[in-house]
């Protein structure tokens, strides 16, 4: 099956950065946040789906796609979920559905704590909880390994040996060849800064149970196991939890259909005007 067609990307000067995303439709918002291995053009299935309904729109976070990086390799979370308040404030987006896959995760969940963003929900997509929490020395050493990797493969060999471990043993090839085209198109500077940012955050204190959410892991995903979506639910009362089965660490593009279902459903239980 061949992959749909993007909206064309757009751009917009910021606080002299510029920020690009990708919009189509009209209705409530729902704003798709990528992970590291990502850019707007991850979610060209979920732009097929939603924009009939829904007005779509997927940001290049800074150092992706059509957005300027940051002047340190070294940014935090808020300075994401900064760049991402003030495109949504720009785009004039209110109260929208948040969807943020893996590193994503740590972005919208930075975007409502740090920026009161109230969403109508969240969407917790394969989410990591960041490395924050562990002692110095093994931080250094998980982040020193991977931006080692990428600098000593280049972005391309790097995305195409990753995609082997990322994605379930049982993804088709057609599968495997769409995840893989959106992991190669992700710049080695963005990367490296998102990477140094995850080893430096923590999900779990970002989280408020009072935003309606959903959690969604593949049962195949090495990044986000079953386990790690469980130990979020467990501390987000009334929380969705849903496992696919078969599924490695890029739903939205390995098990679209069924993942499409489950965001339609999640999304349309939330969709009355605040």
Known sequence: MSTPALPDQQSIEIGGRTL????AGRGNPLVLV???????????RQFEAFANDFRVIAWDAPGYGG???FSSPHPRADDYSSALA???????VRAPHLVGHSLGSIMIASLCKAHNVSPRSMTLLQPVLGAGHLPEDERKKIHDARANDMRTLGPREFALQRGRTILSKSASPDVVAEATEVMVKVPQDGYLAAWDMMCGSQLMPLLDPKHPTMIVCGSDD?????AT?????????????????GVGHYAAIEAR??????????????AKSR
């Open 229 to 245: 979506g469980k130990s979020i639910a467990d501390k987000m009362p009334g929380a969705e939890l849903h496992v696919l089965e």
């Open 222 to 226: 090495p990044v986000c196991p079953p």
């Open 257 to 270: 259909d069924r993942f499409n279902t489950l965001l339609r459903t999640f999304i349309s239980s939330h």
């Open 20 to 23: 690009a995303w990708r919009e």
């Open 34 to 44: 990528h992970g590291i291995g990502g850019y707007s053009g991850s979610w060209a």
């Open 86 to 92: 003030s495109l949504l404030e720009a785009l004039n």
């Open 67 to 69: 957005s300027t990086g």
